[in-house]
């Protein structure tokens, strides 16, 4: 892919909310890595790709109710965010949605304008009434199945099955693992091309250490997930990886604006060396 020809102007996480709590607590069985217990936060983010054809959404964030109900802290609403970066919920034209987990898919009816893009395993599986077990529901939100319900009545909801490219130079692959349809985000930028882990891979760590998030509804897939973003890392396929929740990314990548947006970080292009 030829520099000058990226469709995509710059990708951007926004930070809108807070977890804190203990490391045991969020990565699966913690007591079996002998390591000491002790603070992990979790940040909350949704994505935005500046892109030719309009800006386009990854993940909408939690409603304010889910957010309340599991007593996570909002700093800002996701449209206000957008708001402050100059970006109008009226201009999205395009929504993908990596999975429908509570602090992914909220917010749906605030985007009237858009379409939605989401694995078909996705939406099957919460639909279905395995969901509705609780190691699973705990983590949908009733008003994201309405929301849902209404996309797909008005004809916005549309479903892919292994890879999709919505738009040129942005590429949605399921991968399963951490959700029955957990997608990656793929995305080709002036620098070559970014991965979107999302909920593929919680934290830095989660890669790093083989430490799967302590979530997960196909073990063995979640872990062959990791490899192959490790693989495509050490490859040069992917020039970075973003993942889903860590905290790191909000400070080591350059603000949007460092007064009036400290929370939206420029991930795609790298500042000039
Ligand atoms: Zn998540």
Redesign the pocket.
């Known amino acids: 892919m030829s520099e000058s020809h990226s469709p995509v102007r710059r990708v951007i996480a926004i930070e809108f909310g807070l977890r804190e709590s203990l490391k045991s607590e969020v990565h699966m069985s913690y007591q079996l890595y002998g390591q000491p217990d002790g603070e992990q936060h979790t940040t909350?983010y949704f994505w935005l790709i500046e892109h030719e054809q309009g800006p386009i959404l990854v993940d909408t964030g939690f409603y304010p109710e889910g957010g309340e109900r599991r007593k996570r802290q909002m700093n800002r609403h996701p449209v206000a965010a957008l708001e402050t970066l100059g970006v109008d919920a009226k201009d999205i034209r395009l929504v993908i949605m990596t999975?429908l987990?509570w602090?992914?898919a909220g917010n749906l009816l605030d985007f009237p304008n858009a379409e939605f893009v989401l694995a078909k395993s996705e939406r099957e599986f919460w639909n279905s009434d395995l969901a509705k077990n609780k190691l699973f529901s705990a983590y949908f939100d009733p008003e994201a199945g309405r929301d849902l319900d209404i996309l797909e009545s008005e004809g916005r909801l549309r479903y892919f099955s292994g890879v999709a490219e919505p738009v040129p130079g942005v590429r949605v692959l399921e991968v399963g693992g951490h959700s029955p349809g957990q997608s990656i985000v793929e995305i080709d930028t002036r620098d070559g091309v970014l991965l979107l882990t999302?909920?593929a891979v919680?934290f830095n760590d989660t890669l790093e250490k083989r430490m799967p998030f302590c979530s997960m509804t196909d073990l063995p897939t979640g872990f062959e997930v990791f490899d192959m973003i490790e693989s495509r890392l050490e490859s040069g396929t992917y020039v970075d990886v973003v993942t889903?929740?860590d905290p790191v990314v909000a400070t080591k990548y350059p603000p949007v604006d460092a007064e009036r947006a400290p929370f939206a970080v420029v991930l795609s292009p790298k500042e000039a060396a």
């Open positions: 909350y999975h987990h602090d992914h999302s909920d919680h889903g929740h």
